[in-house]
């Protein structure tokens, strides 16, 4: 089993940015590919943007396209994600997570893919 720990969280007005980060222990990081996952309180987890294992290929969801930015560091054993002009919408709790078993050039974007869940952070961006 690998550990996730989500940070970087917290409150940022509409247009602001913030960075989020995913600290991983327990296995080789490079073995697997990461992802970000978002929920707010009676939806369902939605796919936000995901990474291969090299880092060599990345896919987001449509509503964030150019504006975030999923990137990892293996030699810190580290996932990122970069949110900029931030909107009301994205209010969630954000979820890093980690596939295990995949190609070095799979990203995965279904919840059924991944193994392992972090505890989440919390993103409000106010209006």
């Known amino acids: 089993q690998v550990q996730l720990v989500e940070s970087g969280g917290g409150l940022v007005q509409a247009g602001g940015s913030l960075r989020l980060s995913c600290a991983v222990s327990g296995r080789t990081f490079s073995s697997y590919a990461m992802g970000w996952f978002r929920q707010t309180p009676g939806k369902e987890r939605e796919f936000v943007a995901t990474?291969?294992?090299?880092?060599?290929?990345?896919a987001y969801v449509d509503s964030v396209k150019g504006r975030f930015t999923i990137s990892r560091d293996n030699a810190k054993s580290s996932l990122y994600l970069q949110m900029k002009s931030l909107k009301p919408d994205d209010t969630a709790v954000y979820y890093c997570?980690?596939?295990?078993?995949?190609?070095?050039?799979?990203?995965?974007?279904?919840?059924?893919?991944?193994?392992?869940w972090g505890q989440g952070t919390q993103v409000t961006v106010s209006s």
């Open positions: 990474i291969s294992r090299s880092g060599g290929t990345t």
């Open positions: 997570d980690a596939a295990a078993g995949v190609g070095m050039h799979t990203t995965p974007r279904e919840k059924d893919e991944y193994d392992s």
